[in-house]
Nanobody, 124 residues
Framework: QVQLAESGGGLVQAGGSLRLSCAAS????????MGWFRQAPGKEREFVAA????????QYADSVKGRFTISIDNAKNTVFLLGSSLQSEDTAVYYC?????????????????WGQGTQVTVSS
């Protein structure tokens, strides 16, 4: 079992920045992927970004590429998502996800464990 604890989020002004973190605890695999997904009201959950535990691979959704950065602190099993130039379209509940393995997948169905979600609201 792996537990994910998210922090960060809240109300952000348009053009502002965000910082989300997610700490994994429990029986983590030797290699794993941690990712961020988000779900806006009335929309499906979508992939935002992911990083391998070795930090050798990151992937981003086109909608956040160049604005968001994902990183991982291996010693603390904690993943960070930094975002800038936030837009109203970034408003959503952001979820941290964990998948045992070394390949990044963008499908939410692949991920075995999820955080509780944290709300990010971008105000104009």
């Amino acid at each position: 079992q792996v537990q994910l604890a998210e922090s960060g989020g809240g109300l952000v002004q348009a053009g502002g920045s965000l910082r989300l973190s997610c700490a994994a605890s429990g029986r983590t695999a030797p290699f794993f992927v941690m990712g961020w997904f988000r779900q806006a009201p009335g929309k499906e959950r979508e992939f935002v970004a992911a990083v391998t535990s070795t930090s050798d691979n990151t992937q981003y959704a086109d909608s956040v590429k160049g604005r968001f950065t994902i990183s991982i602190d291996n010693a603390k099993n904690t993943v960070f998502l930094l975002g800038s130039s936030l837009q109203s379209e970034d408003t959503a509940v952001y979820y941290c996800a964990y998948d045992a393995g070394a390949i990044i997948f963008r499908s939410s169905g692949v991920y075995d464990y999820w955080g509780q979600g944290t709300q990010v609201t971008v105000s104009s």
